[in-house]
């Protein structure tokens, strides 16, 4: 039986930073697989090709574009979502995958740092580490509660308070 596998989520290019996942990827130690459920934009399929074939060279899977009801099983399937992206406003990716309960490790960039992102990395080396951790069945319980309560400040009900606040909108006369 295959173990659920460690994943990332969008386009092969250098923010997304395919090298930092390798890295991750070689410095763990556990016996999860890892997969790139993405593939090179359009635009630049040449040019990413060659990141593509050494991730696969590495024992990386890559799904190449998938449409939306494959993403979902991929979410589904996985143990924990792995964020490296080297910069970006806040990714969504980050949200799908705790809408499906994941424990959700990133690089330690201003925007993910700024939502409080519980495992935070500073190096491949510190991510892989932190994925081990995750292959513990009771570490890996408390990460998907964290997530779940981290999710919920997301939900229409807490966004809305939010914006009232923000604006000065006294809540209590609404």
């Keep these: 039986m ?20 390798l890295d991750a990827h070689e410095h763990y130690r556990g016996d999860r697989p890892w997969v ?3 593939g090179a934009s359009d635009d630049d399929e040449a040019g990413q ?15 190449g574009w998938i449409d939306r009801p494959e993403l979902a099983a991929w979410y589904k399937r996985a143990h924990v979502y ?12 980050i949200l799908e995958a705790a809408t499906y309960s994941l424990p959700i490790v990133a690089r330690k960039i201003s925007a993910v740092e700024a939502e409080g992102i519980e495992y935070l990395c500073l190096s491949p080396e510190h991510m892989a580490r932190w994925v081990e951790q995750l292959d513990d069945e009771y570490q890996w319980r408390r990460s998907v509660v964290w997530t779940c309560t981290w999710l919920a400040k997301y939900q229409e009900r807490q966004q809305r308070a939010a914006l009232l606040t923000a604006y000065g909108i006294d809540t209590d006369t609404r």
């Design 2 to 21: 295959t173990l659920p596998p460690i994943i990332t989520v969008g386009r092969i290019c250098a923010q997304k930073d395919p090298q930092w996942f």
């Design 36 to 38: 790139w459920v993405g």
């Design 49 to 63: 090709e060659w990141q593509r074939q050494l991730l696969a060279r590495e024992g990386i899977a890559v799904t």
């Design 82 to 93: 792995v964020h490296t992206a080297a910069w970006e406003g806040f990714p969504m990716a």
